[in-house]
């Protein structure tokens, strides 16, 4: 038997970087508001970087990938037709348990790729209405970096100085510099100092698997206590599997299961979408009903395609000053932005960012994520000496073009451990993506090179680099090319809104997180501001 | 995953070829490390898997049916028997050296001879040199080039 809750305004489905943001924000406005999440809270000693086996638990139960990590929380995806893996995770906080934090902004021509280079589609909005929600955005989760960028706009000061770049950071700056080419400090959701109530970072390294300091942006810390002490109410262990609409096709709550596997029904005058750019539109399409033959706010046939990811190339440089570059949070050091615009002489559209990253442990180096697993037998020690601490990487974040062949399915067969249907992946890399990528490995080459590196080694298409998970419900005003309106609201229905990276127009060629954050932030303001209908 | 004597030998044998001794550190099989291999392998599936293949294969690969088995194998025979096998079941072979190397480099005495520091990260975490804004003296001096809308 069903079990019915009491209704509430808004009912949010998912906690992490978008779910959050805007159960915050609603929070401070009269609103009733509900959260469902599938996975559960992870307490600061279960993190792997308070255990002495962190690197197994990074390859086992914390691995990024949910099909590596199978736990009963996951979803499994089908990803037999896609060269990219996606990778999330499924607790409250979401994907921000994993993500390194890494944030730098969409620049203001990323709005306007239409207009300015003739391809995809332009935002129905720009950097310029967008840019108070960045900053609150920045505000809330704790953004380090500083201010002077050239190839960015001037904007308001982040809330903590950059954290440290450390002596590879430096080398690389230096031979950035060298070659004339720009380089800034990242910008990172990780503390350079304490910052509302959290510790600062010190440097541990393992940004990737959680931090235990709270010292990385992680939406269970920074910002579910606040949004629960104003009242949200945050149910974990509920895995959502059907937005339930009525004859006109309005949303009227959520079905989900329990830890118990019981199902129950959240009644709500209106659902917000925040399970990310494959879980979204996995439950959206199996949402079909009298209203909505083809998925929940299907009428474009959009739904579940135009599957962005920025297909990411490593390029990993080998030193020999040993200047232990497993020393500092993962991913957060420096960017180069040198080759982010469209540049007419080459042969693609649009650009990339490299953002550095470091080395790791010696499991890592020895199993080889960073630099090629080191060989057995004979010469194992010798090159596992030459490659341990001595790495760093360059990796390529390029601008992925939305594409309607790229999108995820429901998988005939495939299920989580409730049954509810899984995505299957469909991604081919495109022309242009592949010309973008070879000439950043290129280029690549050319700045460790000049930074002193003995030998450098390139991925040109990382399978375990779906981190970015974009497009799957986009934004627009037309109706027939797009699935939710500039505000986030479907189309379909006025009660139905969807805030993660499902909504991605294009996707730019940076890490895609403060734009989620933002919008997410948009989204919830323009319910507080003008959807006083929504409130009982 | 439980080994039989047997297997266990022989998995500790081709340990001492994937890590050699070094130094003061004898192979990785007779530093002992063959049950932590097996402990690990029971718990991921994909390690067992790819252990239990390994060893199986091994084992009817002809040129170690002799008597004594792989073990007995002079240096050369053992090595071209092992590349026999990373040339022919790739897949396995890689996840097997993993386990090999994920349980060499968590031993105490490994990260001893190589520096490195034992335990959970935290709460020691590591020093950085502290932020120096003089890094930005010359790109902070670039005119600002991003495109304009
Ligand atoms: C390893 C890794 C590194 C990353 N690094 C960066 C970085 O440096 N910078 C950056 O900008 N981005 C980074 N990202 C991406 C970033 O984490 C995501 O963009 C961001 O978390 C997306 O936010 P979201 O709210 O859309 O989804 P998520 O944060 O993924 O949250 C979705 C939530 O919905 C829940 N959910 C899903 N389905 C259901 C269901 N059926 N019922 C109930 N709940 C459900 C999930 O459990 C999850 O908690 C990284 C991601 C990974 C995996
Ligand atoms: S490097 Fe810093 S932010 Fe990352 S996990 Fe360690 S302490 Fe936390």
Redo the contacts between chains.
């Keep these: 038997m069903t079990i019915t809750h009491p209704s509430t305004d808004i009912l949010i489905l998912g906690s992490g970087a978008s779910g959050a943001a805007v159960a915050w924000r609603l929070s401070k406005s009269g609103f009733n508001v509900v959260c469902l999440e599938q996975g559960r809270w992870i307490k600061p000693e279960e993190f792997p970087?308070?255990?002495?086996?962190?690197?197994?638990q990074a390859?086992?139960n914390w691995a990024f990938d949910p099909n590596?990590r199978a736990l009963d929380v996951d979803y499994p995806l089908n990803v037999d037709e896609s060269p990219i893996d996606p990778l999330m995770f499924n607790a409250v906080g979401g994907s921000t348990i994993h993500w390194t934090a890494h944030t730098p902004r969409f620049?203001?021509?990323d709005?306007?790729v239409k207009?300015?280079d003739g391809v995809a589609d332009d935002w129905p909005l720009?950097?310029d209405e967008l840019e108070p929600y960045y900053d609150a955005y920045d505000a809330l989760m704790g953004c380090s970096g500083?201010n002077?960028d050239?190839?960015?706009?001037?904007r308001k000061e982040r809330p903590m100085?950059?954290?440290?770049?450390?002596?590879d950071g430096?080398r690389m700056?230096r031979a950035?510099?060298r070659l004339g080419w720009?380089?800034?400090?990242s910008d990172s959701y990780v503390n350079?100092v304490p910052y509302r109530g959290r510790q600062a970072?010190?440097?541990?390294?393992?940004t990737g698997l959680g931090c235990?300091?709270g010292a990385k942006g992680q939406t269970d810390v920074a910002i579910w206590p606040e949004a629960i002490a104003n009242g949200v109410e945050l149910r974990t262990e509920s895995r959502v599997f059907r937005v339930e609409t009525d004859a006109e096709g309005k949303a009227t709550g959520a079905s989900y299961y329990d830890a118990d596997g019981e199902e129950n029904f959240q009644p709500a005058n209106a659902v917000v979408l925040a399970m990310n750019g494959i879980g979204s539109p996995r439950i959206m399409l199996n949402s079909t009903s009298g209203a909505y033959p083809n998925g929940l706010c299907n009428s474009s046939g959009l739904l579940g395609k135009n599957l962005m990811f920025h297909p990411y190339a490593m390029v990993s440089g080998l030193f020999d000053d040993g200047l232990?570059t497993?020393?500092?949070p993962l991913a957060n050091m420096i960017l180069c932005q040198e080759f982010?615009?469209t540049n007419p002489s080459k042969d693609f559209v649009r650009g990339y960012t490299y953002q550095l990253a470091r080395s790791s442990?010696?499991?890592s180096?020895?199993?080889g994520y960073m630099f090629g697993?080191?060989p057995?037998?004979?010469d194992?020690?010798a090159e596992?000496?030459r490659r341990?601490g001595d790495v760093t990487v360059l990796g390529v974040i390029g601008e992925d073009l939305p594409e309607e062949h790229n999108r995820i399915e429901l998988d005939p067969k495939l299920t989580d451990s409730n049954g509810i249907p899984s995505p299957k992946v469909f991604y081919t890399l495109s022309d242009n993506s592949r010309r973008q990528l070879d000439d950043a490995v290129e280029n690549a080459e050319t700045a460790l090179r000049e930074a002193g590196a003995a030998h450098v080694l390139a991925t040109r298409l990382l399978k375990a680099a779906g981190w970015h998970l974009m497009g799957t419900a986009r934004m627009g005003d037309d109706p027939t090319t797009s699935v939710v309106d500039r505000w986030g609201q479907t189309h379909d229905a006025d009660n139905i809104f969807v805030v993660d990276g499902s909504v991605f127009v294009t996707c730019a060629a940076v890490n895609p997180t403060p734009t989620i954050g933002a919008l997410a932030l948009r989204t919830a303001d323009y319910i507080d501001r003008e959807r006083a209908d929504l409130k009982s | 995953m439980n080994l039989t004597d047997g297997e266990f030998l022989l998995l500790a044998s081709v340990m001492d070829?994937?890590?050699?001794p070094?130094d003061e550190l004898p192979g990785a099989g007779e530093m002992g490390l063959a049950k932590e291999a097996e402990e690990?392998a029971a718990?991921?599936p994909?390690y067992g898997e790819a252990l239990h293949r390994i060893l199986e294969a091994l084992s009817l690969e002809p040129s170690v049916r002799v008597e004594g088995g792989f073990p007995a194998l002079d240096e050369e025979q053992r090595?071209s028997a092992i590349e026999f096998l990373e040339a022919n079941m790739p897949k396995y072979f890689?996840k097997f050296?993993?386990l090999?190397?994920?349980v060499?480099?968590?031993d105490e005495r490994?990260?001893e001879r190589?520096g490195?520091r034992?335990?959970?990260?935290?709460?020691?975490?590591?020093?950085?040199?502290?932020?120096d804004?003089a890094?930005?003296d010359?790109?902070?001096k670039?005119?600002?080039?991003?495109?304009?809308?």
């Design positions: 970087n308070e255990h002495a086996d962190w690197e197994i390859r086992t590596v620049h203001p021509s709005f306007r207009t300015l720009s950097y500083i002077g050239p190839a960015n706009p001037r100085p950059p954290i440290p770049i450390g002596q430096e700056a950035f510099d720009h380089w800034w400090p350079s970072c010190n440097n541990c390294g393992n235990s300091r232990q497993y020393k500092g982010y615009e442990g010696p499991i180096t020895a199993c697993r080191v057995w037998g004979a194992h020690h596992f000496k341990f | 070829i994937i890590v050699p070094v690990l718990r991921i994909a090595m890689d050296v993993d090999i190397y994920i060499y480099y968590s490994v990260h190589i490195w034992s335990g959970p990260l935290q709460p020691l975490g590591w020093e950085l040199p502290a932020w804004p890094i930005l010359k790109v902070s670039r005119e600002p080039f991003w495109r304009k809308v």
